[in-house]
């Protein structure tokens, strides 16, 4: 499927269209915001929400894993996504442990703080805030003015295109400027925050199984 690749402060990074970055160089593939277990707490909160998300989300990485055969995986935040979701903790354990080759490091996000971290540092490499590879930096909620290169999630970025009739329609993309690169959510069970493009910012959509940079007349 058509990706992007994009040149981003020396460095080669693959913008996937199923919301994700190939770093081939290091070979590591980078993912934000999996919000796994969202749909069964809104179940259990009374919402008829349709059952699997979790499953076809690891599915999803799992194809990802398969096509690129990564060293490292780098989660950006919000693995899971409520103090509630025992099982999709518990479904993501059993996940990783086809995997026992790969690397995965995932920095805390704001769901997440009530993990239960003696369990999940026995599969994952747990930060607290941030880490660093290769001069990039990783977080989980982005930063005004960050100092060095990052990526980071948490907006969960959306933009609006818009048809000759006014109708349109919202689309995941990756929001890119200065030395910031911010992930659409890899969770296709979230919500979006619409990004409004700045001076300086390029949104890359991620739909139709490809990624296209869209025009900002701002820039």
Known sequence: MPSFNLDFLGQRLELLPDRAIWWGSCRTLIIADLHLG????????????????????????????????PHHLFILGDLIH???????????????????????????????????????????????STFQQAGFEFIHQPVDF????????H??????????????????CFAVRDRLIILPAFSRFT?????????GMICYVAGAGRVVPLKNDKS
Do not use: C, M
Request: proline share 9%.
């Open 191 to 199: 919500g979006g925050s619409r990004i409004e493009p700045q001076s």
């Open 146 to 153: 960050p100092t060095v290169p990052t990526l980071a999630g």
């Open 38 to 69: 969202k749909a069964a707490t809104f179940r259990a909160s009374g919402l008829p929400v349709p059952v699997g998300n979790t499953t076809r989300d690891l599915q999803r990485l799992s194809k990802l894993i398969q096509d690129h055969n």
């Open 82 to 128: 409520a103090p509630e979701s025992e099982e999709a903790l518990q479904t993501f354990l059993r996940w990783r442990q086809q995997y026992p080759d790969l690397t995965v490091s995932a920095v805390l996000g704001n769901h997440d703080q009530y993990l239960p971290k003696e369990i999940l540092s026995r599969a994952v490499e747990v930060y607290e």
């Open 155 to 172: 907006l969960h970025p959306v933009v609006r295109l818009t048809d000759f009739d006014g109708s349109g329609i919202y689309l995941p």
